[in-house]
């Protein structure tokens, strides 16, 4: 074994569907986790799920059961979307399990042992949404600072741990720790934060006002905050107080990943609560960025969350991670639409990756289906084999250095080295000349390169990865960068490829699919005739009625530059909303003609980035011949009214 790697991820609420949000965060640990295990690290990787608090007991209130009740029906959806995802984490902690719940009464007996907590009279400003404690001078506008809501005012004794006292500490800290908090700029932010005197954290909620968490073991009037409970699951996962040598076998853990919403919590609290009960810090508490929706923040209210299954059945789950990694660079927020997920998924994998793998497979089957050894070097070797080995060498540090998406990267460009390499050699006019000593060399070339390739791959595409080594005649063979690295890579000559389907089959895109209206112009076709009345598929009226029609006002219309088919338009959709859509009508309505009419949109579509422009809806028209009309409604109906 070469070092220990110890990854965890947030533990999620589940008081909430997964999200792509929460996806990306798993996926990114699970990539890190592979990719570790595949250079021989001793590798642990940990997630799970937060279960106590004021959200927590909401949600099972609203459902009217308990909030255990409620905390077991969710987890399921986070469990299962991990084997969806193929998430191969080695434990899964949920905050309700007594092996948490008896650690974290320990650590606060322990502190309050120490003095560490006392008692207090607390007087201030309380978020019930965010379950966190406000003085005056952190409230925006008498609001909460974090959400926006309203706070109540509030004067109870609490508990409070002593975080004030490592302020200092904890700056010099992270000053002389560069890797501690990364990236850098977050680092800066949280030095920024404590530039103000750090406040001690109350952490306890009398249980007359919230009942769900665990019991204070020296006062039952009491339970924990959330957070103090919460942040101890990545020790008490991992043997803290129950299993010395396993505990010392995987803290400090090597990656804490967050988002960067939940910076503070990482970096002031989990730090000084590891100071005062003597843990050694983690080596890196890692904040990533925010998938937008477009350039929108994703939320429940705008309807325009992205659900991961919907994108795994769409393009597949080993693409769907692999356009989170590689689209995201860590540290930043990354833009997300479906447009973008297949074009990627296009260009990277099926014209390059799936490309090159076919050819080869393909001109080796003519040639007798056998990786030949290689033979006369046809001089063009160099850019493609320095491309790969500048890939392979290049993804240890860009793994050290949190640069996934340029490891990933350079291993698309040594494939499109390997595109380049066939179309310079045209091994299929070797083949057709006999030229057999150039033909193997290009053969055993591509197919060596590609087994490399795939070994880099294969933690971000487990699935496609393997297959692309049975493909290769590599079946039930292991090959992992540790081997890359050692040169104990085993020879490709001689192994038999098999005939497959592609491994990325082209998605067709209409790039203005989106933009068009419902009533889609009928393709003149010959063979075409109507479909039979039997064979028009129909719906039920719970189908139908999950497609929301509204009327709107279309107040603002202009050409959309580059597009002579689109026009973009602002629609009014009542209750004082006017959203952007981008509608596929330009050759039958000027800006002028189509301003001030009354329409009919979808208004539930998902949204989506059309050349660039964002569109929320779609409006509906009739076709007919070479004619389009927009549907409308009949008299003087205000924007906003249901259709159904
Ligand atoms: N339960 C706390 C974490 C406690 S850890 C001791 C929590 N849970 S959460 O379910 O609300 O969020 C979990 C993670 O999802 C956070 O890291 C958050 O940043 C991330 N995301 C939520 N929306 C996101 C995006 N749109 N994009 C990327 N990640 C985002 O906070």
Redesign the pocket.
């Known amino acids: 074994m070469n070092s220990k790697f110890y990854v965890t991820?947030?533990?999620?609420?589940v008081?909430?569907k997964?999200?792509?949000?929460?996806a990306?965060?798993t996926v990114l640990a699970d990539v890190l986790a592979s990719f570790h295990r595949s250079m021989g690290d001793d590798t642990y990787f940990l997630t799970g799920?937060?279960e106590h608090?004021q959200k927590v007991e909401n949600a099972a209130a609203k459902n009217g059961i308990s909030p255990q009740q409620h905390a077991d029906e969710t987890v399921v959806r986070f469990q299962e979307l991990w084997k969806e995802l193929g998430i191969t984490n080695d434990d899964f902690i949920r905050t309700t399990e007594a092996r948490h719940k008896e650690v974290v009464r320990e650590v606060l007996q322990e502190l309050y042992d120490k003095g560490e907590i006392y008692k207090d009279e607390y007087t201030g400003w309380y978020c019930v949404g965010c379950e966190r404690y406000f003085t005056e001078k952190d409230l925006v506008e008498g609001k909460c600072p974090d959400c926006g809501r309203e706070v109540s005012a509030l004067q109870e004794p609490n508990y409070f741990f002593r975080m004030s006292k490592y302020q200092d500490w904890l700056i010099d800290y992270i000053k002389t720790h560069p890797g501690f908090i990364q990236p850098a700029f977050r680092a800066n932010e949280t030095l920024g934060f404590l530039k103000q005197p750090l406040v001690d954290l109350c952490i306890s909620r009398p249980k007359a006002r919230l009942s769900w968490g665990i019991e204070l073991p020296f006062d039952s009037d009491y339970v924990c905050y959330?957070?103090f409970d919460?942040?101890?699951?990545?020790i008490s996962a991992v043997g803290y107080r129950r299993n010395d040598a396993e505990f010392a076998r995987r803290w400090p853990a090597r990656c804490q990943?967050?988002?960067?919403?939940?910076l503070n919590?990482?970096s002031v609290y989990?730090p000084t609560m590891l100071k005062a009960m003597g843990i050694e810090m983690p080596k890196t508490i890692f904040?990533?960025?925010?998938?937008?929706t477009g350039n929108t923040?994703?939320s429940k209210s705008l309807g325009n969350?992205?659900n991961p299954r919907e994108m795994i059945g769409l393009v597949g789950v080993d693409a769907f991670r692999y356009f989170l990694m590689a689209e995201m660079t860590l540290g930043n927020?990354?833009s997300f639409t479906k447009e973008a997920l297949l074009r990627r998924y296009n260009s990277d994998l099926a014209n390059d990756l799936g490309n090159l793998l076919s050819r080869v497979v393909k001109l080796t089957l003519r040639a007798g289906g056998v990786i030949p050894a290689p033979g006369e070097s046809t001089g063009n070797e160099a850019e493609f084999n320095a491309a790969v080995e500048s890939a392979v060498s290049g993804m240890r540090s860009c793994l050290e250095n949190m640069k996934l998406d340029q490891g990933l990267a350079a291993v698309l460009n040594a494939v499109r080295a390997g595109n380049r390499y066939v179309e310079q050699c045209a091994p299929w006019a070797m083949a057709k000349n006999n030229d057999t000593a150039h033909l193997n060399t290009v053969l055993y070339t591509v197919a060596a390169n590609l087994r490399k390739l795939g070994v880099l791959l294969a933690p971000v595409m487990p699935g496609k990865m393997a297959e692309l080594q049975r493909v290769l005649g590599g079946e039930n063979e292991v090959l992992t960068i540790g081997d890359l690295a050692s040169g104990n890579f085993a020879d490709p000559a001689g192994r038999t490829v098999l005939e497959s389907e592609p491994l990325f089959p082209r998605i067709q895109i209409e790039e203005e699919k989106a933009a068009a209206p419902c009533a889609k112009p009928e393709k003149k076709s010959k063979e075409k005739a109507a479909p039979a009345p039997e064979a028009v598929e129909l719906v039920t009226i719970d189908q139908f009625c999950k497609v929301k029609l509204k009327t709107a006002k279309v107040v603002a219309a202009e050409k959309l530059e580059g597009a002579d088919k689109l026009l973009k338009l602002k629609i009014d959709i009542g209750e004082a909303e006017v959203r952007p859509l981008v509608a596929g009508v330009a050759k039958y309505y000027t800006p002028e003609e189509i301003m001030g009419k009354t329409i009919v949109v979808v208004s539930n579509l998902q949204p989506a980035t059309i050349r660039g422009a964002e569109s929320r809806g779609m409006l509906l028209a009739a076709k007919f011949g070479k004619e389009l009309r927009l549907v409308t409604v009949d008299g003087d109906v205000p924007a906003g009214a249901d259709i159904g």
């Open positions: 991820t947030p533990i999620y609420y008081n909430d997964p999200h792509i949000g929460h990306y965060t799920t937060d608090g959330v957070w919460a942040l101890i699951n990545y990943l967050i988002g960067k919403d939940i919590t990482h989990w904040a990533h960025g925010w998938w937008l923040k994703m969350v992205v927020d990354a």
